[in-house]
């Protein structure tokens, strides 16, 4: 057993750019090699050209790392507030 809670819905698909946004979080993009960027939601999505209604669960597999060229890239809100 884990204390980690496990989510028993799929609403965690449904976290979109706008949502994170609407908090005042920031995104959170990393990859397994070690590289990682935090940015602000809306500054990504014109830098890159997508809605602010696109999900975060898919964003991440269309990603490719700078550093290693791999496609294990994950988009989550920051964690912690932290400054990267």
């Not at 057993?1 to 028993?8: A, C, E, L, S």
């Amino acid at each position: 057993m884990t204390w980690h809670t496990i989510p028993r819905d799929d609403a965690w698909k449904r976290v979109t750019i706008a949502h994170i946004s609407s908090l005042g979080q920031r995104l959170w993009i990393h990859c397994h090699c070690g590289r990682q960027r935090v940015v602000e939601p809306s500054a990504y999505a014109t830098e890159t050209g997508l809605d602010t209604a696109t999900p975060l669960h898919s964003i991440g597999p269309r990603l490719r790392c700078s550093k290693c060229g791999e496609r294990k890239v994950q988009v989550w809100p920051e964690p912690y507030g932290i400054k990267l």
